[in-house]
């Protein structure tokens, strides 16, 4: 694992918490 840089992955948790951020506002 590269705990290096950023990762697809991390862009897509943080759309996925901001949508539950929104859903949840």
């Known amino acids: 694992l590269e705990l290096d840089g950023r990762h697809p992955a991390d ?3 943080q759309a996925s ?3 539950i951020h929104a859903a949840l506002s």
């Open 11 to 13: 862009e897509i948790l």
């Open 17 to 19: 918490l901001r949508a």
